[in-house]
Each structure stands twice: as structure tokens, then as C-alpha cells.
């Protein structure tokens, strides 16, 4: 089971680290990666990472403000969002990538998926 934490209530050009942690296994193994979704949304991608941390993928709508970043001996995650924006407001989500066949910025590879944080960006 994941859990995401870290969110909360910033001002726009603030900062925040979400965090995710694993309970009941270990996800080192996989992939993961950060989703969010805003009200009247669809689920979105932000950030996927591989299992050893080497290689990072990201929307472009954080591309160049955020930084996703494992440690896999804490089996955690987390990502770094700077400068954020209001159109950042959404709840986030950790997951891990379970089907490899399918591209990691597609929600249907993911599964595990733990309760959100919300992240709300007041201008």
C-alpha cells in the first residue's frame, strides 16, 4: 500500500516535497510515479522514475519545476514541485508501474494506488 503526504496550502511561486511511502512490501523493484487530478478532471501524469532512480520522465506542465527522487532503502518517493502554480491544484497520487507493455504516462500501467494529498496553490 502507498501512502502520498506533503501536500498542503502555498502560495504561488512556493515550494513543496510530497512524499510517498510503501507499507506491506517493497516497490524498489519498479517503476513509480506521481499522478494528480483536479476537480472535474481526469487523472493526469506528472513524473514517473525508474526502480534504480536513473531515468525520470515528466509532464510538460512541471517540466523544469519539479524533480522526482527515490530512496529505496526508506522505501519512499518523492517529488519536489517549485514554483508552483494554481494550476497545480489538484490531490496527487503515488503509484507503481505494473505493466511494463504500456507506457509509464499512461494511469492504466499503474496500480497501487494509495490516498492522494491535496496540493492547493493560492494566487
Known amino acids: 500500500q502507498l501512502q502520498a503526504s506533503g501536500g498542503g496550502l502555498v502560495q504561488a511561486g512556493g515550494s513543496l516535497r510530497l512524499s510517498c511511502a510503501a507499507s506491506?512490501?517493497?516497490?524498489?523493484?519498479?517503476?513509480m510515479g506521481w499522478f494528480r487530478q483536479a476537480p472535474g478532471k481526469e487523472r493526469e501524469f506528472v513524473a514517473t522514475?525508474?526502480?534504480?532512480?536513473?531515468?525520470?520522465m515528466y509532464a510538460d506542465s512541471v517540466k523544469g519545476r519539479a524533480t522526482i527522487f527515490r530512496d529505496n532503502a526508506k522505501n519512499r518517493m518523492y517529488l519536489q514541485m517549485n514554483s508552483l502554480k494554481p494550476e497545480d491544484t489538484a490531490v496527487y497520487y503515488c503509484a507503481v508501474h505494473v505493466n511494463p507493455t504500456l507506457n509509464p504516462t499512461m494511469r492504466e500501467g499503474y496500480d497501487h494506488w494509495g490516498q492522494g494529498t491535496q496540493v492547493t496553490v493560492s494566487s
Open positions: 522514475i525508474t526502480w534504480g532512480g536513473g531515468s525520470t
Open positions: 506491506g512490501g517493497t516497490f524498489s523493484d519498479y517503476r
